[in-house]
């Protein structure tokens, strides 16, 4: 069964220090992992997206990493601002469909001052 | 460049009314559109997804319809609204089929069935 299950399920930090979300998939075949931000009360933004030979992809202080081996990825976020404050949602595309999608029930960060 | 509207972004129904959200797509042509229902705590469901007017795949069998009446205008109706189609709505557009196509998303709309 295609399955997408993101840890932790929630997470508190203060502003300034860095964080770590997980993602694990078994999802086949594999097309490509997307993460999105999405904001309380908002539609989800799309971070990055990675196909099966990309390892890593940074935007701005967002940094994803996929290891197709282990169908693991993560998204770390650097010097973390209070508007980052939002749900993590990993995303992974299952064959060439772009409609085939499996949404893990995200993360949600919460930044402290 | 291209723009996604959803509306309303709040409703509050009585069980048993009708529902109607709406959803535009403005920028471009020939897009795949899609319904999401994405309830507390879950990950997102796809209800409907459509590659051209008056083409619609359901996902999941429930209250609920789409259609597609223009290139760019997807609809979700339901005719008899039931308290567990209480959810976050959400609309999304895609360039087209091809798994490394992201989605952009509308600002959701929030309905509760009382």
């Known amino acids: 069964k295609n399955q997408v299950e993101q840890s932790p399920q929630s997470l508190i930090i203060l502003e300034g220090k860095n964080c770590t979300l997980q993602?694990?998939?078994?999802?086949?075949?594999?097309?490509?992992l997307r993460w999105y931000k999405q904001d309380t009360g908002r539609g989800p933004v799309s971070l990055t997206i990675?196909?099966?030979s990309e390892n890593t992809k940074s935007n701005g202080r967002y940094t994803a990493t996929l290891d197709a081996d282990t169908k693991q990825s993560s998204l770390h976020i650097t010097a973390s601002q209070l508007s980052d404050s939002a749900s993590y949602i990993c995303?992974?595309?299952?064959?060439?469909?772009?409609?085939?999608?499996?949404w893990g029930a995200g993360t949600k960060l919460i930044i402290k001052p | 460049s291209q723009t996604i509207h959803q509306w309303p972004a709040t409703l509050v129904q009585p069980v048993g009314s009708p529902l109607s959200l709406e959803c535009t797509v403005e920028?471009?042509?020939?897009?795949?559109l899609y319904w999401y229902r994405q309830a507390a705590g879950r990950g997102l469901q796809l209800l409907f997804y459509?590659?051209?007017?008056?083409?619609i795949s359901s996902e999941v069998p429930q209250n609920l319809s789409a259609s597609r009446p223009q290139d760019r205008q997807f609809i979700l109706s339901s005719k008899k609204l039931l308290l567990s189609d209480s959810g976050f709505y959400l609309c999304?557009?895609?360039?087209?089929?091809?798994?490394?196509?992201?989605?952009?998303f509308g600002s959701g709309t929030r309905l509760t069935v009382v």
């Open positions: 999304a557009w895609s360039p087209g089929t091809g798994g490394h196509y992201g989605y952009t």
């Open positions: 920028g471009t042509s020939n897009p795949n």
């Open positions: 459509s590659v051209g007017i008056g083409q």
């Open positions: 993602c694990n998939y078994t999802v086949s075949p594999f097309s490509n």
């Open positions: 990675m196909t099966f």
């Open positions: 995303v992974v595309s299952a064959g060439d469909s772009n409609y085939q999608l499996i």
